[in-house]
């Protein structure tokens, strides 16, 4: 299983992006997808996740600005952002984990400047 993120960049503050994180290599449905994200000298922490069946979660600094979406295959989440504060600043990784073990994608940086 491979998992490729995407879509980061540089936005100022008040702007929108939306990451996405494909999931390869295997037929079978994902049973959720969580996102992350790090800032240099600190821990990943999560953002949010979404389940199989549409149900989301959101760590509550993002709350009614980032939404989770994935299509009903689950080989496609995304994160838009919007309203987006410096604090968000990092970059942001997807996670799934299948058959008990733990994938995650590469990182795509956000940059959001003030």
């Known amino acids: 299983v491979q998992l490729q993120a995407s879509g980061g960049g540089s936005v100022q503050a008040g702007g929108s992006l939306r990451l996405s994180c494909k999931v390869f290599?295997?037929?079978?449905?994902?049973?959720?997808v969580d996102w992350y994200r790090q800032t240099p000298g600190k821990q990943r922490e999560a953002v949010g996740s979404?389940?199989?069946?549409?149900?989301?979660n959101y760590e509550d600094s993002v709350k009614g600005r980032f939404t989770i979406s994935r299509e009903k295959t689950m080989q496609i989440a995304y994160l838009q952002m919007n309203s987006l504060e410096s604090e968000d600043t990092a970059v942001y990784y997807c996670?799934?984990?299948?058959?008990?073990?733990?994938?995650w994608g590469q990182g795509t940086l956000v940059t959001v400047s003030s």
């Open positions: 996670h799934v984990t299948y058959r008990g073990l733990n994938y």
């Open positions: 290599g295997t037929r079978f449905n994902i049973n959720g």
């Open positions: 979404i389940t199989s069946r549409g149900i989301t």
